[in-house]
């Protein structure tokens, strides 16, 4: 496989901030720098460790830090999302108004985690199809039942789910077959041939690469795409269009 094959992949899947648990120095904007120059990538998308995990709002600042400094090397941000809910968050439509204006590209939200149900977010996926938003959602954050009532109820709004890992491919065929909008990344989608199988069902153009930087070793997504048995159109198409072809078609929209 040449270089030209692998190389100007998007990532993603890029997380910046310091998880509590991990002994890895916190993913920060040399790090995602670094990351950039080691896989020759074009870009990545960026959300914060702190929207994840302590400041589902006030954390998206430090995705948007991130996606401004490192602009011209292709990173955009990836915003949370909750309920609104007085003192956190007054409106969803409104925070969707900032995200456009602030060049976000996409929104990620963590129903599990931060412990709500994923029905309180209509107002969130109607701004988001209206203005050309994915959403982006973990599969331990959502039930499949609730992902197919969104992708179902909002036709147009692209969905990625990720970490789907190697038990789950029964349920996520069903979910791609039946919802044209939904699309998977590679973080943690370690289902022995599981990409090749997906890509042999004509669902290439659903694979999104990405890595996972900052909860996950990123070489693991890269070598599960570099390494497949997929030809290289396919590897390309995979780890450099569908990505950008998803997240950059909107950043900068009002920017």
Known sequence: MSDEVTQGWFDARVVTGAHPASLLPPTDLDAIAAHLDRFALSGALVSAMASWLHDPIGGNAEASAVAHALADRGVLACWTAVPATPGELDSLTALVDRAVDDGVAAFRIHPATHGFSPALLEELYAALQANGLPLCVDAADITW???????????????????????????????????????????????????????????????????????????????????????????????????????????????
């Open 145 to 255: 039942p609730d992902l197919a009532t969104i992708a179902t109820r909002y036709p147009d709004l692209p969905i990625v789910v990720g970490a789907v890992g190697y038990r789950k491919l029964r349920e996520l065929w069903a979910a791609l077959a039946a919802n044209t909008n939904l699309y998977v990344d590679l973080v943690d989608f370690a289902a022995h041939q599981a990409v090749e199988w997906l890509a042999g069902q004509n669902l290439a153009d659903r694979l999104v690469f990405a890595t996972g930087l900052g909860v996950r070793d990123p070489g693991e997504g890269v070598v599960r795409l570099a390494w497949s048995g997929l030809d290289d159109a396919t590897v390309r198409r995979i780890g450099a269009e569908t990505g950008g072809r998803l997240f950059r078609r909107t950043a900068g929209a009002r920017s």
